[in-house]
């Protein structure tokens, strides 16, 4: 029965996985890096510069205050 049970019994794999991963770490050159980065930069609209657009002053209202108090005694009743 213990041969049973440490035939199933599961096994941590985590140290030889970590050594692999460590062992084949590659780093590519920084030429390489900077290309891939520059294709990427900017294709996305919140990368994209904003737009010079023009400022437009806000216009002024036609009405004068004695037309809306007219339009207030009109409408409402209130001398």
């Known amino acids: ?3 049973e049970y440490h035939k199933k019994k599961p ?3 985590l140290r030889e996985n970590l ?3 460590l062992k084949g ?3 590519a050159d920084k030429a390489v890096t ?3 980065l520059a294709q990427n930069r900017g294709r996305k609209s919140k990368d994209q ?7 437009k002053k ?4 036609v009405f004068t205050e004695e ?10 009743g209130i001398p």
């Open 25 to 27: 770490r590659l780093v």
């Open 19 to 21: 050594q692999y991963m």
């Open 1 to 3: 029965a213990p041969e």
């Open 67 to 76: 037309d809306f108090r007219k339009f207030e005694r009109e409408y409402f």
């Open 34 to 36: 900077e290309q891939v």
């Open 11 to 13: 096994v941590n794999h």
């Open 49 to 55: 510069p904003p737009e010079n657009r023009e400022k």
């Open 58 to 61: 806000p216009e002024g209202t």
